[in-house]
């Protein structure tokens, strides 16, 4: 753990190569999976362990909602949507963009809409700080994204109301 926060970095340089099969397993799995399976525990915490959080990941062929029960990539929408993750050129060429977003028609003990965006942000960054993690340790590269047009990315994906996106996050291996 102590190599990978010395060596945990933005990096902005990816590589187009797809990534492994194992490489987006672990990756998904750290960001938001089950590491507990007799509680329905995840990787990371949520306050009052509200679980609202939701990832999506848009690849060259799709978005696919990660159902953590199932440990699995489930298709959502068909189609190139990387370039809708955010304005910047590289989007487009990492192979992987995870969409980090918030289900706040979930039932919980936090009620108050602003609490519930500010708790999300909070949730977002212990997802994506597992992210950079798992990077640091298969000398991957990343970058969190918060210039999203978010309620646009929202449409495309198709979020019901009170569904909103947080931030992306591309992926992708370095480029040499």
């Not at 797809?18 to 509680?39: C, F, K, T, Y």
């Not at 992987?96 to 977002?124: L, W």
């Amino acid at each position: 753990l102590m190599d990978c926060l010395n060596e945990r970095q933005t990096d902005r340089n990816f590589d187009t190569k797809q990534l492994s099969l194992q490489d987006l397993s672990d990756l998904v799995w750290a960001a938001n999976g089950i590491d507990r399976p007799e509680s329905g525990k995840r990787t990371v915490p949520t306050a009052t362990n509200w679980q609202e959080m939701v990832l999506y990941v848009a690849t060259a062929d799709g978005i696919y909602r990660y159902n953590a029960e199932k440990h699995e990539l489930e298709l959502v929408k068909k189609g190139d949507f990387r370039k809708e993750c955010g304005p910047q050129p590289f989007m487009s060429v990492a192979p992987v963009c995870f969409i980090y977003t918030a289900d706040h028609n979930k039932e919980g003990r936090i009620t108050n809409p602003e609490h519930q965006k500010e708790y999300s942000y909070h949730h977002v960054g212990y997802m994506a700080q597992s992210v950079y993690l798992v990077c640091a340790a298969k000398d991957m590269a990343t970058v969190l994204i918060g210039s999203v047009n978010k309620e646009e990315l929202a449409k495309v994906i198709g979020l019901p109301a009170k569904h909103i996106v947080i931030y992306t996050q591309p992926v992708g291996y370095k480029k040499k």
